[in-house]
């Protein structure tokens, strides 16, 4: 009897915790989850990325709804800004599009500023795309370069081993290459943005010097949208060019009709402010 119960109690217990995990973990990552104000404080500390972008998605929220008092996520305001130096650009990319969901802070308004010379290209767009929001035409340059092919450079000289055909799509983090330095050290090229691989500048296993273009990427159809759309509200003659091109072209991958649509929008918005 002894031996059935503890058998009893052991499936018991394993009922449990396979309900029990996969709870404990959805509720850890899932970013819809209200936190409170304990929570946010804690969260925003940055110790931990996941939560930390759980906090400032919470606050985002606050900031849009605006709540019983307007002002009252303001108080985090300080916490924001020092996320957005993180040395994560997950962190950073999250920090950036928060920032624009108050175009009245001028604390805000240089962070992003300086996130425009972050060296990682998606926090770079995202703070771009978030100055829009405060009139500040420094956004343009990053915006065009939304618009354009995105040239991947071999970091160090090595034997480089190509991984994509050119036309695959690509994301954040995909493996472009390999990069073989000497027979003890290999070094991972992948991909800073979303988009398709365009064109391969180099040949397989040919020997490469630091600095050289590899790759080209073309940007995603998400980047091209948002980017047309910010420059509707900004854009001047030095973008017209390339949104014309975007207005009357066809067959390149990422650009369907709704993008053709917003380009042209886009193009007769600029030429009306000239």
């Known amino acids: 009897m002894e031996d059935m119960n503890r058998k009893n109690l052991l499936v018991l217990t394993t009922a449990v915790l396979v309900g029990l995990i996969p709870f404990l973990f959805w509720r850890a990552t899932w970013f819809g989850r ?98 829009v929001r405060f009139g500040d035409l420094n956004s343009r340059r990053e915006l065009l370069s939304m618009l354009r092919p995105y040239q991947i450079q071999s970091p160090r000289a090595g034997r480089i081993s190509l991984r994509l055909e050119e036309q695959e799509a690509v994301n954040p983090g995909t493996l472009l290459a390999r990069l073989e330095i000497d027979r003890e050290e290999v070094i991972e090229i992948r991909s800073p943005l979303p988009g398709f691989l365009h064109r391969r500048l180099v040949a397989e296993g040919q020997n490469v010097a630091a600095g050289t273009q590899i790759l080209v990427l073309s940007p995603a159809s998400d980047q091209v ?7 509707f509200l900004v854009g001047g003659s030095e973008e017209l060019p390339e949104v014309e091109r975007i207005a009357s072209a066809s067959g390149e991958e990422g650009l369907n009709e709704r993008i053709r649509r917003q380009a042209e929008l886009t193009a007769r918005a600029i030429r009306s402010r000239l």
């Open 34 to 131: 209200r936190l409170n104000e304990v929570e946010i404080d804690g969260y925003l500390s940055g110790d931990k990325p996941r939560l930390a972008q759980h906090a400032l998605i919470q606050v985002s929220e606050r900031i849009v709804s605006g709540g019983v008092n307007p002002g009252d996520a303001a108080r985090w305001y300080p916490r924001i800004t020092r996320l957005a130096q993180h040395q994560l650009p997950e962190i950073r990319r999250t920090a950036a599009w928060v920032m624009g969901q108050d175009n009245t802070s001028a604390e805000f308004h240089q962070a992003l500023l300086n996130l425009l010379q972050d060296p990682d290209p998606l926090v770079r767009r995202n703070a771009a795309l978030s100055l």
């Open 225 to 231: 949208w948002e980017a047309l759309r910010a420059l």
